[in-house]
């Protein structure tokens, strides 16, 4: 079930087990909804293709694939996708595993709208770097991608730097182990994106949506694949 999904709190404490995932379903469906209506669906016609990179338990692609002609949905875990495969199918809807080194199976400049939420934070540069590489394969000529982002100064959060710099074991460990979590300097994540041969981002904060998720008031790039 995704557990990371499904977080015990206040407001579920007393509930049954089953109580408590139908609600913390509940929870999810609604708030990835309004995250496509909010963030996406104005970019998203009849006729698009859309790529959801790094879609977790798929909560977010369901809700796009009623609005475009298909999503492709993309995880780099086996587990993630089984789980989406379930919980979150559609006609339009298709699961795909990315591959070593990043590769995902589709064709060259097949994608009209990429968005990727929670997932950049998880990788290094050279990560994203090659993320970058592999959308920008994918991407049709002005097809748009849409990318969240943490950066620099939200609260709790290290650059990528800081994290490799915490030489306690403790820190090696978790920057081996644990579920790394890196902010951005919006400098450093622009570069990139240039350098992958994307248009210069417009970044906004994602303060639209009006509901206390993992998102609100963090930062969204968008940019584009120049026209040939
Ligand atoms: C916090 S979840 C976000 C899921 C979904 N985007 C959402 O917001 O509901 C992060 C997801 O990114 C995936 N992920 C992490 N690194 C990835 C990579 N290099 N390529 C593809 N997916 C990746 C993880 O497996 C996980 O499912």
Known sequence: ???????????????????????????????RQILIDCLVKK????????????????????????????VIACDISDGVLACASILNSAPNLRYVRVGQQGAIDLPAESIDVVYSFAVIQHVDDAVFTSILAELHRLAKPDAVVICHIVLQGAANWKLEAEWKSDM???GRAKLRLGLNCF???????????????FSAPDISKASCL???????GQHLFLFRKPRK
């Not at 009006?210 to 609100?216: L, N, P, S, V």
């Open 168 to 170: 306690s074991l403790k």
């Open 183 to 197: 902010a951005r300097v919006a400098e450093d994540a622009t570069r990139l994106i240039t350098r992958a041969g």
């Open 43 to 70: 970019y998203v016609g009849p006729d698009s293709a859309v790529l959801d990179f790094g879609c977790g338990p798929g909560f977010l692609a369901a809700a796009a694939s009623k609005y475009a002609k298909s």
């Open 1 to 31: 079930m995704s557990p990371h999904y499904f977080y015990r709190n206040e407001s579920n404490q007393g509930l049954s087990r089953r109580e408590f995932l139908e609600s913390e379903w509940s929870r999810n469906v609604a708030s």
């Open 210 to 216: 009006g509901i206390q998720d993992d998102i609100e």
